[in-house]
Structure formats: C-alpha cells, structure tokens
C-alpha cells in the first residue's frame, strides 16, 4: 500500500495527517509521497497539490532525514505511522527524530520512555518494528525539538522494569537521522520470584532514607549510605523483590520524592562547600543556565563534615560543572566537576544471587547482612560485613531448665574461667568491667562472669570495646580485686522460651562447653553441651531425661 493512500494533505495549512490504515512507513515514502504529488500534472480525488502550485513541500537530506517546507507540517498521530528517520519543519523549529530500541522483550516487560523527568505515552507496545530480526524492537519518531529549542538536550532513557524480569536501561540523544537506545534482550529474573501480590503486602520491610552511617563491625568504622533497607521479619529475597517492586513499571510507590519508576539512584556525586542555608533531602536542585542547566534530586548530603559533597540523580540537562551556585530550598556552589557513579544492574539497590552486590550508597540494616554480602558505600569502598553466626539452643522449656555455654581450651569437657584478668578499679556501682587485655572472639553482647573469691558473679553486657565490657542496665555488687578472674559466657540464663540463642561473628573455630539441667519441679539429668562454633554456628537440641 502506497504511503499516499493512508494520507492527506492540506495545501493551505500544510497538515499532512493520517487518514486511515495500520501500515507504517520510513519517513522516505513521505517525501517521495510528496514529491509525486507536488510533480503531478493536474489534481484528482483528494489531492490538494500539482505541478501548477509551484510548490515544493519537502526536501530529501538523506534518506533517513526529511524536511518539510514552508509551512508544511505533521502531528504526533501522523508520525505514529511513520518510521526510520527524522523529521523537521517550521524552518527547523520542530523536530519529530528517529528512535530506535534495540533489544527483547514481552508484553509483560515492555520497552518505555523517559524524556524531560516525564514518561512518554507509550502505543509501541513491546515490539513496533520491521526489523526485530535485526535487534530492533521498536523504530518510532518522538518529538525531540519545539519553539526552537531541544527538549533537554534531545536526552532520552529507554528501560524496561517488568516485574519478574531484569531491569535494564539505554540512553541516547535524538536529533537528525534515527539515533539507537540498547536496552537488551530481556529475560526472567531468577531471583525476583516472589509473587507480584505477595510482595505487595510486604509494607514491614523499610528503608531509611537520606545520609546516614552504617558500622558493619569490620574494623572499618561507621561509613556513609543513603539508603538502608530492613527486612523485619521477612528474608533478605524479599527485601530484593520488594525493591524490584516499589520500583518497576506503573508503580504507586514514591522514592526519594520521586514515582518508583522514575527513580535510578546515585547516577553523579557533586564536591560542595558548605551550604547556605538548609539542604532539604529529597529536594529537586537545579543549577546554570543554557548549556551548563540542569536539574537533579537530591538524595543525599555529607552533614557530617559540614557539606563536603551532594548525592543526586540527574533528572534533566547536565550534570554541575565546578563553580556554578546549586539551588534548592538552601544553596550550595559546586566546587568540582560532578563525578557519574554507575547505577544498579538488576534493581536499584544492585543485584542479589542469594547475597547482596550493592551499587553505591545501597545499605541494608546490619542484623540482614552476611559476610557473603557486598555493599557499596557512598565513598565508592564495599565493605563486607563480619559473618555473623549463632549459637542456638533448642528443646528447652521455658521457666525450667537453666543453660550455660562458654568458651572451652580443652575441647568441650569445661568452660573457660580464667580468661581474662580483670584491671584494677572494678568497684562497687562501676556500669563496667574492666580487664587487662583486649576483649576478642566474643558475642556483641551476652553475659561475663567475674570471680568474687568464692565462686563468680554474673553480669549482662550490652556491648564491648578494647578491654571494657559495658553491662546492660545493671552495675557491680561488690569490688573485685586485681586479677580476678573474668570469663564471657555465650548463654548463662533461664530459658524464657523454648529456644534460646545468641549471635557471634565467627572468626576462628572455637570449642564450646556447657550444659542444660531442670532442678525445679520436674528435675533433668544434666544434658551435657560440647562442640565447635564453626563458620556456620553451632546448634544444639537438649533431651530432656527425667531425673528418676
């Protein structure tokens, strides 16, 4: 079918419009269309142009870059049917350009567009293209320039964020010709496989967002992050496929201020000095003018060394070159060139393979993370945490049998009592317990025994550092000499359930040794306790025999 037979044109307005038909043609049939018109020797049926006109409505710069003269023009339906090039008029004022999308997709992972922090109207479906078999999904003309000004530069993101499937992005700039956005063959994502209405319902998992620190306990200190995602009582795969959610296509969450689908993450990070004013995170900044404008979302600000740096993703134009005043609801001057930081691959936060490979600034709550789990901070350093493992204990009744399990030198037939030395000064009221050497290979928090000539006291500690232990809500009974002797304990307690456990990061294997007894109303034999704390913990289920 002839490109002539599906539209028309308007000698006095110039409108070429489409009139019927499904057939999409290269943006050459139309200038050839045209021409034919404009060369015909009289007019006949609807047409509205010959040879007599003197008139010649397009010019052919290339086969894929078509101007249309004087005051010919089209519209955003027309152009729907049209394909493979670019399109100018009104003397250069408006451009329509050629989009092509490379990759594969469904109709339940669709290819969309993203131009001027906007969402285009999508009626491309997952594939609108005589050349699939070539790697183009999709060939359409999108509108790129109006009133003579580029609409963001000709900047435009295509991406796909089908739940259930990988996310992918391609970028490219429009202009004359027809410009190529890769996105890539789509396919399922293995670990994005909790149901759609299912993960919908999980509102406890969290994120905390905007600048903040995070200790992983690996030596490294507190470092920074501007997200930290909580599981509560789900597991880290949920915590992934909630991300992948609150983040695909259509959806009704809100990120950083920003609909879950638009938001990327950290795409620069901008040295600053200090701010004047109030820097509001999530705010939209905006910064120069002409070639140096743009816009950004502000996900993050360094207020603990006064504003030494800004966290955004870019929204439209480019990012701040040095020197130039960034606005929001305070200001700051840029004191560098922003840096590009590279995105997520699979979901904003990065990518999950039964461990986390964060992208930057991606933190997850300390108590949800392994020593099999990268994570990113925003100064571009991963830091992986200690492997935290736990001693657990099972088959025991609440309110009846006590356990105790500590440390052992001689593989599991005694615990450990002399440990430590304790220092000088631990009297009577001290919130402390203090010891003559660093505190090593021991639970964040638990219990420590210290000798009081006789036998030895118990204490809870909340947490230690060097060679003090912190007790927990509690303070020394009595005052112990130097040198007593001060042991931690893994589990010194009455079981308050029917499972009683405690968390240690594993750094060495380490024998255990305790035991499990009900001397209450309805006496146990002892259950003796002996085994390694291993790179996998260690478990333990008492059997409960009646002392008879």
Excluded at 70 to 87: E, L
Excluded at 142 to 149: E, F, I, L
Excluded at 209 to 219: A, F, L, P, R
Aim: glycine letters at 12%; one cysteine or more.
């Amino acid at each position: 079918m002839a490109w002539l037979d599906d539209f028309s044109f308007d000698l006095t307005t110039g409108n070429i419009r489409h009139e019927s038909g499904t057939t999409r043609y290269p943006v050459i049939d139309m200038h050839r269309g045209m021409q034919s018109l404009a060369y015909q020797a009289t007019k006949s049926g609807d047409d509205d142009l010959d040879i007599t006109d003197l008139f010649v409505p397009t010019k052919r710069n290339s086969d894929t870059d078509i101007e249309l003269l004087g005051n010919v023009n089209v519209d955003d339906t027309a152009v729907q049917f049209m394909y493979g090039g670019s399109i100018t008029y009104d003397g250069g004022d408006e451009v329509y350009s050629g989009l092509a999308i490379a990759g594969e997709f469904n109709a339940d992972a669709l290819p969309q567009l993203w131009q001027d922090n906007a969402k285009l109207t999508s009626y491309w479906g997952y594939q609108l293209s005589p050349d699939a078999g070539l790697g183009y999904a999709v060939r359409i003309l999108v509108k790129s320039r109006t009133g003579g000004a580029d609409i963001d530069g000709g900047r435009i993101r295509a991406q796909s964020r089908g739940y259930g499937y990988q996310y992918r992005l391609g970028r490219t700039v429009l202009g004359r010709n027809e410009s190529v956005a890769a996105v890539g063959a789509i396919a399922t994502d293995s670990f994005n496989s909790v149901a759609e209405g299912t993960i919908s319902g999980y509102t406890d998992i969290l994120n905390t967002e905007g600048y903040q620190t995070i200790d992983y306990n690996n030596g490294n200190g507190a470092t920074p992050f501007y997200m930290k995602w909580t599981k509560g009582t789900r597991t880290k795969l949920d915590v992934y496929n909630r991300i992948k959610y609150e983040t695909m296509d259509g959806s009704a969450e809100t990120l950083y201020g920003l609909t879950g689908e638009n938001f990327l993450g950290v795409t620069h990070e901008v040295p600053v000095g200090s701010p004047s004013g109030t820097m509001v995170e999530p705010e939209e900044l905006s910064w120069g003018t002409g070639a140096t404008a743009g816009t950004g979302q502000l996900l993050a600000i360094d207020s603990v060394t006064a504003g030494t740096k800004i966290w955004i993703q870019l929204l439209t134009g480019v990012a701040p070159e040095s020197g130039l005043v960034i606005t929001g609801s305070g200001t700051v001057t840029s004191t560098g060139a922003a840096v590009a930081r590279a995105l997520g691959g699979e979901s904003v936060a990065g990518n999950y393979t039964g461990a986390w490979i964060t992208c930057l600034g991606a933190g997850m709550a300390i108590a949800d993370v392994g020593a099999n789990d990268s994570l990113l901070n925003l100064l571009n350093t991963a830091q992986t945490p200690p492997n935290n493992q736990s001693v657990v204990v099972t088959g025991v009744v609440s309110g009846e049998d006590y356990v105790i399990i500590g440390k052992s030198i001689d593989s599991g037939a005694s615990i450990n009592k002399s440990e430590y030395a304790a220092a000088a000064g631990n009297d009577t009221s001290d919130p402390t317990i203090t010891v003559k050497t660093s505190i090593a290979n021991v639970p964040a928090a638990g219990w420590v025994r210290i000798s009081n000539g006789v036998g030895f006291d118990l204490y809870p500690y909340s947490s230690f550092s060097g060679s003090v232990f912190t007790l927990d809500s509690v303070t020394l009974t009595d005052d112990y000499i130097e040198d007593a002797d001060v042991f931690p304990v893994i589990i010194d307690k009455l079981a308050d359930s029917t499972q009683l456990s405690n968390t240690w990061v594993y750094s060495t294997d380490t024998w255990l040794a305790g035991q499990a007894l009900d001397a209450g109303g309805t006496p146990t034999k002892a259950f003796p306790i002996a085994g390694q704390f291993l790179s996998t913990g260690f478990s333990v289920n008492v059997v409960r025999t009646p002392d008879e």
